[in-house]
């Protein structure tokens, strides 16, 4: 546990770091006036650009390293709760930070609420009087959101009136999701055995939580609100209909948010089985729950009645090529070699769909762990009379680990994405330090206004980023060699 004095520091350090980021905002964020920067070195060149990014610089680091300093836990749960709450503080009064897609959400409701399909048309071409606003690059693009989300966006857009109005409701419901998150911490940690001080703590005062899921109002943060209160319910109330079926509406809810949260159900699966874990129980079990879900997507897809749509529309999510994505890296790479042997391979969409395949074979071997950890625990249960986290822990480690993967093999990343597998390993995992160091790199890796800095490192970028793949592989390998079992919580 900190001392006081360390915890003092570590809260009035994250504050002030809070409150430079905020003004960076105000300087050259990502205001609906302010294009795209061209470059950092243009940034610095510009009125005010010295300024702006060394609040930027400064800020980001003050803030990362409070939130470093008490990675194995705060002085108390109610503290990280305060303090969480203290530094989003001046961000809640900040423009959108570190991204534009907050616009991109705005122009895709305003197109639905005038009776556009926003999964055939860009924002462009549906006539958006705010697209001057959207990224250059998302443009022309269909949106790439569930249903679900684009109802919400509609109704933001509608109750908001303008483009401030709608900005202002996007951040009210990316605030109602980090609450919904906040308030299923506790719940989850105790299931998995975890000191709450410390999931508290890592969950919600992340930098990447407050820059990107509340000033930068990404939906990411009405997912999460929606996945961890679903799972909440199922290792509180497993085994019992009702519950399940409200469990995979929450679940299936967060799947027409974002996609990407489909890989959550194997493994809420697992959570949902009272008892004995059989496969007679999982399919019963697990049939509520994927009746839910199931539930969610259709009554959502009618109400929005645009179909199946969305599914399209998730293809040209992988626009952007940056070397933050392993796969993609991997792909420049091949393809800096191909130049250099006279060749053009275009590897990148080879390298991408073999990440996407290695990725369903990793979610499938996760949820095998997972199981047969579960059956273990079963068989110890009924030779020991007390309550053993193991069985949601299990559950909840695996989804974390699903979701890492997701985000580590996915065709894009951006920093936001990381705070998917932070918030599920954070009430799960035994050990921090693996997962909290990406996390605190990925939060420089956006400027104010939205610019990526992978933009202008991109050729060592990917040697550096496929050199650390590899590396990471083989050591993986060699682990798993010698003890027969990936541990990597």
């Not at 992978?454 to 798993?480: H, I, N």
Request: hydrophobic share 55%.
């Amino acid at each position: 546990m900190p001392t006081p004095g360390a915890a003092r520091l570590a809260r009035y350090a994250g504050l002030v770091g809070a409150v430079l980021l905020a003004v960076a905002g105000w300087l050259g964020g990502a205001l609906p006036s302010t294009p795209l920067g061209a470059s950092p070195a243009g940034g610095w060149r510009s009125d005010g650009g010295p300024l702006t990014l060394g609040a930027w610089l400064v800020g980001t680091s003050l803030l990362v390293g409070a939130w470093w300093s008490l990675r194995r836990g705060a002085p108390s749960t109610r503290w990280a709760y305060r303090t969480a709450g203290l530094w989003s503080l001046p961000l809640l009064a900040a423009p959108p930070l570190g991204s534009r897609d907050v616009y991109s959400y705005a122009c895709q409701g305003w197109a639905y609420a005038h009776g556009v399909d926003p999964y055939a048309v860009g924002v462009a071409g549906a006539g958006c009087p705010w697209v001057d606003a959207v990224a250059p690059i998302w443009r022309d693009t269909p949106a790439p959101y569930g249903p679900f989300f684009v109802l919400l966006a509609a109704l933001a857009v509608t109750l908001g009136g303008d483009l401030v109005g709608a900005i202002v409701a996007f951040r009210l419901l990316a605030v109602a999701g980090v609450l919904l998150t906040a308030g299923c911490l506790v719940g989850l940690a105790r299931a998995a055995g975890v000191p709450t001080r410390r999931a508290a703590w890592l969950a919600l005062a992340s930098p990447l939580v407050g820059v990107h899921l509340i000033a930068g109002a990404h939906n990411d943060a009405v997912m999460l609100g929606l996945l961890l209160p679903g799972l909440l319910v199922l290792v509180r109330r497993p085994g019992r209909p009702g519950p399940l079926l409200l469990a995979g509406a929450l679940l299936g809810l967060a799947v027409t948010v974002k996609a990407t949260a489909v890989v959550v159900l194997p493994f809420a699966a697992l959570a949902a089985v009272h008892g004995r874990h059989t496969v007679r129980a999982l399919l019963r079990d697990g049939g509520w729950l994927a009746g839910g879900a199931l539930g969610a997507v259709a009554v959502t897809s009618l109400l929005a009645g645009l179909g199946l749509g969305w599914v399209g529309g998730l293809t040209r999510s992988g626009d952007s090529e940056q070397w933050t994505s392993p796969p993609t890296a991997v792909g420049f790479v091949v393809d800096y070699a191909g130049g250099l042997a006279g060749r053009e391979p275009g590897a990148v969409p080879v390298t991408r769909a073999a990440a996407l395949l290695l990725l369903a074979v990793l979610v499938a071997a996760l949820w095998w762990r997972a199981w047969s950890g579960l059956r273990r625990a079963d068989d110890v249960g009924q030779r020991v009379a007390r309550p053993d986290a193991a069985r949601p822990r299990a559950a909840l480690l695996g989804t974390g680990l699903a979701l890492a993967a997701t985000v580590a093999l996915a065709p894009v990343f951006h920093p936001w994405y990381a705070t998917w597998p932070l918030a599920l390993l954070a009430v799960a995992a035994a050990r921090t330090t693996w997962f909290v160091a990406p996390c605190a790199a990925a939060a420089f890796l956006a400027l104010p206004d939205g610019t990526n800095l992978a933009r202008f490192s991109k050729a060592p970028g990917a040697l550096a980023m496929t050199a650390l793949a590899a590396g990471l592989a083989v050591w993986g390998l060699l682990r798993l060699r010698r003890t027969g079992v990936a541990r990597p919580d």
